[in-house]
């Protein structure tokens, strides 16, 4: 099943832990995003980056490439639990690109047996976020695994 949501960030705390040059530097970052749409609740996300070029006064001259892990707990298409998403990116021109991938055994409730992957984009104006999900049991994904659906 495939759900695309947008998303709103409530916090953003980055810092930088090492400095490798006046324009090249390693930051960690703490970040909570809110969900209201197909996935709605909360996810917590520590991401580390690497930045080859930093402008501390305009932030869209940067470049970074990060990594990260979301922790979300909430509902995905009324369904309650959380999961563990592993976050791989780019940020360039002012917008960040990920690739995501749920992590395998993280799913908890009704979420529990979740695997999937996904993407975002996020800049200034808006977020996209997309994920193609597998593994949870109900009718409709008994119906595909058994072929008793038609596509």
Same mark, same amino acid.
């Given at each position: 099943m495939k759900i695309t949501s947008s998303f709103e960030m409530q916090q953003w705390d980055e810092k930088t832990y090492h400095t490798i040059s006046d324009s090249s530097r390693l930051t960690r970052a703490s970040s909570i995003f809110m969900f209201n749409d197909e996935i709605e609740g909360e996810a917590k996300i520590e991401w580390l980056m690497y930045y080859p070029k930093f402008d501390a006064n305009d932030s869209? $001259?940067?470049?970074?490439? =990060? *990594?990260? +892990?979301? =922790? /979300?707990?909430?509902? +995905?298409?009324? $369904?309650?639990?959380? /999961?563990? *998403?592993e976050d791989e990116g780019v940020y360039r021109g002012g917008v960040a690109k990920s690739q995501l991938r749920v992590i395998p055994e993280s799913g908890t409730g009704e979420l529990k047996g979740i695997s999937g992957e996904g993407t975002y984009t996020a800049n200034r104006e808006e977020t996209r976020f997309e994920l193609e999900y597998v593994g949870l049991s109900d009718e409709r994904d008994e119906d595909w695994l058994f072929g008793t659906r038609s596509a």
């Open positions: 869209r $001259r940067s470049t970074a490439e =990060y *990594i990260g +892990l979301i =922790y /979300f707990e909430g509902s +995905l298409n009324g $369904r309650k639990g959380s /999961f563990v *998403i």
